[in-house]
């Protein structure tokens, strides 16, 4: 079965440092499909990014950036120059492609509070 | 573009009722997933929706029970509430399988 452990339940950090949250997987399938969502105080899951399996090339938008490594079954992200506005719990989840739907697994989440 | 709308946006309830919930997917999507959120159990897979048909089930007792209507939109029942229901039950919708899938703000159902 497929699971999804972010390590990390809560990080504390000071604006402008950088900050990264682990994900790993497990999962038995060859095609499946890594998200990140971000949830602040609002409650709305905000998705930020979709990764398959055969896509090992990371990924950087704006301050954010993503590391896929399936050697090590790992999907981590990484805040560069943290605002207080990036503060909120963030959600690694995992699909696979062999149930033709959209059964997201969610790792527990990892709760960023960036201070001023 | 409108995005995804439940309603209500609260709700209390006690032992022994039962819920409807409603979804509103982004206009297009036809696929339709519902999620509950707990502090205990965290973010957990109920059913997923897909032109009318359910496609995938979490693990779930059959007191949780859902559907889809021709237009996409869902809703979720949940019969002879129990003090642990009281969670946050999130919609999603997509345009079709493994695509990302965008949340609306969820129902916040309390059970006294």
């Known amino acids: 079965a497929q699971k999804v452990t972010q390590a990390q339940t809560e990080i504390s950090v000071v604006e402008k440092e950088d900050v990264t949250l682990d994900c790993v997987y497990e999962?038995?399938?060859?095609?499946?499909?890594l998200f990140w969502y971000k949830q602040p105080p609002s409650g709305e899951l905000v998705f930020l990014i979709r990764?398959?399996?055969?896509?090992?090339q990371n990924e950087i938008s704006g301050r954010y950036s993503w590391n896929f490594q399936k050697s090590t079954s790992s999907f981590n992200f990484t805040i560069t120059a943290s605002q207080v506005v990036d503060s909120a719990v963030y959600f690694c989840a995992l699909s696979e492609a062999y149930n033709a739907g959209n059964m997201l697994t969610f790792g527990g989440g990892t709760r960023l509070m960036v201070k001023p | 573009k409108a995005g995804v709308t439940q309603t209500p946006r609260y709700l209390i309830k006690t032992r022994g009722q039962q819920v409807t919930l409603s979804c509103s997917p982004i206009?297009?999507?036809?696929?339709v997933s519902w999620y509950q959120q707990t502090p205990g159990q965290g973010l957990q897979f109920l059913f997923e929706y897909f032109s009318e048909t359910q496609r995938n089930k979490g693990n779930f007792p059959g007191r949780f029970s859902g559907r889809q209507f021709s237009n996409s939109r869902s809703e979720m029942n949940v019969s002879t509430l129990e003090l642990g229901d009281s969670a946050l039950y999130l919609c999603?919708?997509?345009?079709?399988?493994?695509?990302?899938?965008?949340f609306g703000d969820g129902t916040r159902l309390s059970i006294l």
């Open positions: 999962t038995r399938d060859t095609t499946y499909y």
């Open positions: 999603a919708s997509s345009l079709n399988s493994n695509q990302p899938q965008h």
């Open positions: 990764r398959n399996s055969f896509d090992e």
């Open positions: 206009s297009g999507h036809r696929s």
